[in-house]
């Protein structure tokens, strides 16, 4: 079995900033898109940034140029820096990989357990 493991989550003053953390463990035999979603209160979950195996970077357009996603494929992780928070970034972060689980090795997109990001106006 695959597990996500998410840190970094808090709460910060507007125009701070976090950085989140999501490694993956377990049976893996490959890792292909990581990415990062968020659902704030009251809202649908929201795709936020993802990055491919070559480090191809896509962005939602709200956080373009504030927000930047990185991995690092020996480590199994993916990381979001954010950077100039606003009040309407406060959300349960969720990062996700989609993996090539082993011995099965089927494609399967797992998923963090959340963290909450709360920025304060």
């Known amino acids: 079995q695959v597990q996500l493991v998410e840190s970094g989550g808090g709460l910060v003053q507007a125009g701070g900033s976090l950085r989140l953390s999501c490694a993956a463990s377990?049976?893996?035999?490959?890792?292909?898109?990581m990415g990062w979603s968020r659902q704030a209160p009251g809202k649908q979950r929201e795709w936020v940034a993802d990055?491919?195996?070559?480090?191809?970077?896509n962005y939602a357009d709200s956080q373009k140029g504030r927000f930047t996603i990185s991995r690092d494929n020996a480590k199994n992780a993916v990381y979001l820096q954010m950077n100039s928070l606003k009040p309407e970034d406060t959300a349960v972060y969720y990062c996700y990989e989609d993996v090539k689980g082993a011995p099965v090795k089927s494609w399967e997109r797992y998923w963090g357990q959340g963290t909450q990001v709360t920025v304060s106006s």
């Open positions: 377990g049976s893996i035999f490959s890792i292909n898109v």
């Open positions: 990055i491919s195996t070559g480090g191809r970077t």
